[in-house]
């Protein structure tokens, strides 16, 4: 890392003839700067685009397939209407990619955000505004153009992720980085109409920006990224700390290209402008959390949910209800011990309980929290830090019907978890087991999503 040097003090040294030749006096030279361009490692392209492509073709081929072959649950559209697609090639490709949370984003492309659906406003704008100008300048419908973007999105992320891991780890672990996400059980929405791709590709860009001192791209960056999640405001943490870590703390230093170091700030401040200009209230983003089902809890509070179940109340459409969240239920694993058999798995009865059942949620929560405490010892600190709100923000925030509702997704942009991963699971005869089995358990919860059951 480079930091501001202190200047070095005079040290005497005397000469070794007689004691009548004076005492000489010289300056010792600081130690020198590891220059920036020693940080730059030489771009590779070629490994991260087959990481994506092995990734894109196991999550396109699964989703088709369920699209094809699959027996689809009740669908949960916005509005309860799925709007259609032209029959062919795109029916199959994007259909079973855009479920979801995919179809609000197609929804807000077409619409915006009227007052009248202040639902939309949990969603942040950068993403299906991407999705309108796309499809206006292509003729394409939005749905197809964020399925496009988010997956252009995606590779265009190895490419960045493995160069920014390479400037502070090696080779190998760059690699390992790459495959822990692109075969990570939930990493299909990498590839589905989400934000997920665009919103790592925006924040990996951002921070390598400010690793290497291009500041005020990093900080345009920060707030791209900001416009697309809320998460992008915590950019300002790896921000500060680089900021420091190169030039010191000092008020002099930060002016002007010091403020881009809080440009991540922009997001909310320019969403919740526009809020207050088209419907009269700039927290809508923060109040419609309620209308999905998000309140208050201490962590301890949401963990006790999730594992027993309690009742909660979210303040929602004016007044405040209470909803009964569900704890983890581990029945369909006696299930499937009992009845080993194809008719069970593949019921809508068992695919239902699995989809509702929290399991994958409570154990991906817990996994994360290992890794950010594990990633204090082994990770630069501009990332551990990064990691911190990315898992205390859920847990602050739970479902009021499933405690830890999307953490497994939320996970996914988290990217120094994966440099953890890389770092934990070195050897070969760990690593490789490890992969099969993220990469049957990605195959496994792509059927499901395909199919309209829900992942996370």
């Known amino acids: 890392m480079l930091t501001r040097m202190a200047s070095s003090p005079r040290r005497t040294v005397a000469a070794h003839s007689d004691d009548t030749i004076p005492i000489q006096t010289q300056t010792v030279p600081p130690p020198r700067r590891k220059s920036v361009a020693a940080e730059r490692p030489r771009w590779e392209i070629g490994y991260p685009l087959i990481v994506a492509a092995v990734h894109f073709l196991i999550v396109q081929i699964t989703a088709t397939l369920a699209s094809l072959f699959g027996t689809s649950n009740n669908p949960s559209p916005p509005y309860g209407t799925v709007p259609p697609l032209p029959s062919g090639l795109w029916q199959h490709v994007v259909d079973p990619l855009r479920l979801w949370d995919g179809l609000w984003y197609r929804l807000i492309a077409v619409e915006g955000y009227p007052e009248q659906h202040v639902w939309n406003d949990a969603f942040w704008p950068a993403f299906p505004i991407s999705m309108r100008g796309l499809a206006r300048v292509t003729?394409?419908?939005?749905?197809?153009?964020?399925?496009?973007?988010?997956n252009l999105c995606f590779f265009v992320t190895m490419v960045l992720l493995y160069q920014l891991v390479r400037v502070d780890f090696d080779t190998p672990i760059a690699r390992r980085t790459l495959w822990a996400l692109a075969l990570f059980p939930t990493s299909?929405?990498?590839?589905?109409?989400?934000?997920?791709s665009t919103f790592l590709m925006l924040s990996v860009a951002a921070i390598l920006c400010a690793r290497i001192r291009k500041w005020w791209l990093a900080g345009l960056l920060g707030a791209l990224a900001a416009l697309t999640r809320s998460?992008?405001?915590f950019l300002v943490i790896p921000f500060a700390v680089l900021w420091v870590k190169q030039n010191g703390f000092y008020l002099r230093a930060m002016i002007p290209k010091g403020i881009t170091v809080a440009m991540p700030l922009l997001g909310p401040v320019v969403f919740?402008?526009?809020?207050?200009?088209t419907q009269g209230n700039w927290r809508n983003f923060i109040e419609v959390q309620g209308a999905w089902n998000r309140t208050f809890a201490w962590p301890w509070r949401t963990f006790d949910?999730?594992?027993?179940?309690?009742?909660?109340?979210?303040?929602?459409?004016g007044e405040d209800r209470t909803f009964q969240a569900s704890a983890v239920d581990w029945s369909w694993?006696?299930?499937l011990l009992d009845n080993p058999s194809w008719s069970l798995v593949t019921s809508n009865a068992w695919r239902t309980r699995v989809a509702n059942s929290d399991v994958l949620e409570l154990i991906m929560t817990v996994f994360f929290i290992v890794l950010i405490v594990?990633?204090?010892?082994?990770?630069p600190l501009y990332q551990s830090l990064y990691l911190v709100p990315g898992i205390l923000i859920p847990l602050f925030q739970p479902s009021s019907v499933h405690p830890l509702m999307s953490i497994p997704r939320f996970g996914l942009v988290l990217f120094p978890?994966?440099?953890v991963m890389a770092i934990l699971f070195r050897r070969r005869i760990i690593y490789l087991p490890l992969a099969v089995i993220s990469t049957v358990l990605l195959i496994l919860l792509t059927l499901q999503f395909s199919s309209w059951y829900w992942v996370s």
């Open 231 to 233: 998460h992008g405001i």
């Open 305 to 317: 949910c999730a594992i027993n179940g309690c009742a909660m109340t979210v303040h929602q459409y």
């Open 188 to 196: 299909l929405f990498f590839t589905a109409v989400y934000t997920e």
């Open 374 to 379: 594990i990633g204090f010892k082994v990770l």
């Open 417 to 419: 978890l994966f440099i």
């Open 333 to 335: 694993t006696r299930q």
């Open 139 to 150: 003729g394409l419908q939005p749905d197809v153009a964020g399925y496009l973007i988010a």
């Open 272 to 277: 919740g402008a526009y809020l207050e200009r």
